[in-house]
Protein backbone atom coordinates (compact mmCIF):
# COMPACT_ATOMS: atom_id res chain seq x y z
CA UNK A 1 0.00 0.00 0.00
CA UNK A 2 1.33 3.22 -0.85
CA UNK A 3 0.98 5.86 1.35
CA UNK A 4 2.59 9.84 1.82
CA UNK A 5 4.38 10.24 4.92
CA UNK A 6 6.58 12.80 6.87
CA UNK A 7 9.81 11.16 8.50
CA UNK A 8 12.79 12.19 11.24
CA UNK A 9 15.74 10.37 12.19
CA UNK A 10 17.31 11.70 15.66
CA UNK A 11 20.76 10.56 16.73
CA UNK A 12 23.07 11.57 19.68
CA UNK A 13 26.35 12.52 18.19
CA UNK A 14 29.23 11.18 20.39
CA UNK A 15 27.49 8.51 22.14
CA UNK A 16 29.94 5.40 21.23
CA UNK A 17 32.82 7.67 22.91
CA UNK A 18 30.27 8.77 25.96
CA UNK A 19 29.96 5.22 26.30
CA UNK A 20 33.62 3.98 26.33
CA UNK A 21 34.50 7.33 28.27
CA UNK A 22 31.48 7.19 31.02
CA UNK A 23 30.36 3.17 31.16
CA UNK A 24 27.64 1.37 30.17
CA UNK A 25 25.32 2.74 32.98
CA UNK A 26 25.74 6.23 32.43
CA UNK A 27 25.30 5.87 28.63
CA UNK A 28 21.93 4.14 29.42
CA UNK A 29 20.94 7.30 32.13
CA UNK A 30 21.74 9.49 29.01
CA UNK A 31 19.44 6.89 26.64
CA UNK A 32 16.34 6.88 29.42
CA UNK A 33 16.72 10.60 29.20
CA UNK A 34 16.53 10.95 25.60
CA UNK A 35 13.70 8.21 24.90
CA UNK A 36 11.79 10.17 27.47
CA UNK A 37 11.99 13.05 25.91
CA UNK A 38 11.22 12.06 22.34
CA UNK A 39 8.51 9.81 23.61
CA UNK A 40 6.98 12.85 25.42
CA UNK A 41 7.17 15.50 22.88
CA UNK A 42 6.17 12.65 19.96
CA UNK A 43 3.22 12.46 22.16
CA UNK A 44 2.52 16.06 22.69
CA UNK A 45 3.09 16.10 18.90
CA UNK A 46 0.77 12.89 17.86
CA UNK A 47 3.85 11.89 15.74
CA UNK A 48 4.48 7.78 16.27
CA UNK A 49 7.79 6.89 17.70
CA UNK A 50 8.40 4.18 14.85
CA UNK A 51 11.49 2.39 15.79
CA UNK A 52 14.54 3.40 18.28
CA UNK A 53 17.52 2.22 17.03
CA UNK A 54 20.53 2.23 19.34
CA UNK A 55 21.34 6.19 20.52
CA UNK A 56 18.75 7.43 18.09
CA UNK A 57 14.90 6.98 16.63
CA UNK A 58 13.18 7.06 13.81
CA UNK A 59 9.60 9.16 13.82
CA UNK A 60 6.87 9.18 11.54
CA UNK A 61 3.70 11.66 10.80
CA UNK A 62 0.88 12.09 8.00
CA UNK A 63 1.61 15.35 9.14
CA UNK A 64 3.97 17.46 7.86
CA UNK A 65 3.64 20.36 10.38
CA UNK A 66 3.42 18.42 13.11
CA UNK A 67 6.63 15.88 12.79
CA UNK A 68 8.80 19.54 12.39
CA UNK A 69 7.11 20.86 15.36
CA UNK A 70 8.10 17.93 17.43
CA UNK A 71 10.99 17.80 16.30
CA UNK A 72 12.10 21.76 17.41
CA UNK A 73 10.39 21.11 20.41
CA UNK A 74 12.68 18.26 20.68
CA UNK A 75 15.88 20.05 20.04
CA UNK A 76 14.53 23.26 22.38
CA UNK A 77 13.46 20.61 25.24
CA UNK A 78 15.98 17.76 25.35
CA UNK A 79 18.27 20.00 27.64
CA UNK A 80 15.82 20.23 30.27
CA UNK A 81 15.61 16.26 30.79
CA UNK A 82 19.28 16.01 31.03
CA UNK A 83 19.99 14.76 27.50
CA UNK A 84 23.97 15.72 27.59
CA UNK A 85 24.79 14.82 24.22
CA UNK A 86 24.11 16.94 21.15
CA UNK A 87 21.54 15.65 18.85
CA UNK A 88 21.45 15.55 15.07
CA UNK A 89 18.32 15.05 12.89
CA UNK A 90 16.75 14.44 8.83
CA UNK A 91 14.24 14.89 8.14
CA UNK A 92 12.44 14.04 4.65
CA UNK A 93 8.83 13.40 3.69
CA UNK A 94 6.92 11.58 0.07
CA UNK A 95 5.17 8.26 -0.89
CA UNK A 96 6.70 5.21 0.42
CA UNK A 97 5.26 1.44 0.52
CA UNK A 98 3.70 0.64 4.04
CA UNK A 99 4.98 -3.01 4.31
CA UNK A 100 3.12 -5.47 6.53
CA UNK A 101 1.63 -2.96 8.12
CA UNK A 102 4.20 -1.32 10.31
CA UNK A 103 7.53 -0.63 8.39
CA UNK A 104 7.98 1.67 5.17
CA UNK A 105 9.63 1.17 2.23
CA UNK A 106 10.99 4.14 0.14
CA UNK A 107 13.69 6.93 -0.58
CA UNK A 108 11.60 9.28 2.04
CA UNK A 109 12.91 7.03 4.63
CA UNK A 110 16.55 6.59 3.40
CA UNK A 111 16.51 10.30 2.21
CA UNK A 112 15.94 10.71 6.19
CA UNK A 113 18.06 8.40 7.47
CA UNK A 114 21.02 9.69 5.30
CA UNK A 115 20.32 13.32 5.94
CA UNK A 116 20.86 12.80 9.50
CA UNK A 117 23.96 10.99 8.98
CA UNK A 118 24.83 14.04 7.10
CA UNK A 119 23.93 16.84 9.75
CA UNK A 120 26.45 17.71 12.56
CA UNK A 121 25.49 18.05 16.42
CA UNK A 122 22.86 20.30 17.02
CA UNK A 123 21.87 20.09 13.42
CA UNK A 124 18.31 19.76 11.60
CA UNK A 125 19.00 18.60 7.44
CA UNK A 126 15.78 18.65 5.89
CA UNK A 127 14.26 18.68 2.71
CA UNK A 128 12.77 21.91 0.78
CA UNK A 129 8.93 20.49 1.75
CA UNK A 130 9.72 20.37 5.05
CA UNK A 131 11.56 22.98 5.73
CA UNK A 132 8.80 25.05 4.30
CA UNK A 133 6.60 24.07 7.37
CA UNK A 134 9.35 25.53 9.56
CA UNK A 135 7.10 28.63 11.59
CA UNK A 136 8.36 30.89 14.75
CA UNK A 137 10.78 29.71 16.50
CA UNK A 138 13.52 28.89 13.84
CA UNK A 139 15.67 29.65 10.97
CA UNK A 140 16.07 28.09 7.53
CA UNK A 141 19.39 28.04 6.05
CA UNK A 142 19.29 26.89 2.45
CA UNK A 143 22.39 24.28 2.28
CA UNK A 144 21.85 23.75 -1.58
CA UNK A 145 22.08 20.55 -3.70
CA UNK A 146 23.81 18.06 -1.32
CA UNK A 147 25.50 15.00 -3.01
CA UNK A 148 23.33 12.39 -0.37
CA UNK A 149 24.66 8.47 -0.41
CA UNK A 150 22.54 6.21 -2.43
CA UNK A 151 21.12 8.99 -4.37
CA UNK A 152 21.91 9.53 -8.09
CA UNK A 153 20.92 12.96 -8.27
CA UNK A 154 21.40 15.35 -5.60
CA UNK A 155 18.71 16.59 -3.07
CA UNK A 156 17.89 20.27 -2.37
CA UNK A 157 18.50 20.61 1.33
CA UNK A 158 17.86 23.37 4.44
CA UNK A 159 19.36 23.83 7.54
CA UNK A 160 17.28 24.14 10.64
CA UNK A 161 18.48 26.32 13.38
CA UNK A 162 16.41 26.41 16.28
CA UNK A 163 16.13 29.37 18.55
CA UNK A 164 16.77 28.54 22.57
CA UNK A 165 14.55 29.43 25.00
CA UNK A 166 14.21 32.48 26.47
CA UNK A 167 13.38 32.58 29.96
CA UNK A 168 11.48 35.86 31.20
CA UNK A 169 13.12 37.48 33.68
Known amino acids: ?30 LTRFRAAVRDTASEHAVRVDKWLGDGVMLVSTDDDRLVEAVLELARCA ?26 VGSSVNLAARLCSAAGPHQVFATLRLAAAVTDGADVIPVGALDVPGFVQPVEVARIEVHALTVPS
Open 79 to 104: DSYGVSLPMRAGMAAGAVLLLEGDDY
Open 1 to 30: MRVDRAFCFIDLCGFTRFTDEHGDQEAVDV
